[in-house]
């Protein structure tokens, strides 16, 4: 038996390509691991066993409210609108 922790920091993106901010909290999965290993008990497979909807359930909800992606437009700087005109920005 394993298990996996630490404090949600990052971003998740989705098979759909929706993001998520983690909100900083402790998030936790358990699971299992079988070894096979040889005559010199080197290990020589792993099958590891979890359940991935558990993982992605707390990746999805444990989020930061105050937290949304930056559009491709926002980060290269060609949206419109905002306090930038001509590579120069104005803090407003």
């Known amino acids: 038996k394993w298990r996996h922790f630490g404090k949600y ?3 998740f993106t989705d098979k759909s390509g929706k993001k ?3 909100n900083g909290k402790m ?3 358990v699971g299992m691991c ?3 290993v040889n005559a010199e ?3 020589t497979g792993l099958d590891v066993y979890y359940n991935p ?3 992605t359930g707390l990746l999805t909800t444990m989020t930061d409210p105050n937290w949304r992606p930056v559009g491709e437009e926002e980060a290269d700087g060609t949206a419109q609108g905002g ?3 001509n590579n120069s920005c104005e803090v407003m």
């Open 27 to 29: 998030l936790s999965i």
């Open 53 to 55: 909807e558990e993982l």
């Open 20 to 22: 998520y901010k983690g």
């Open 9 to 11: 920091t990052g971003v």
């Open 34 to 36: 079988i070894a096979k």
């Open 41 to 43: 008990l080197l290990i």
């Open 83 to 85: 306090g930038c005109r």
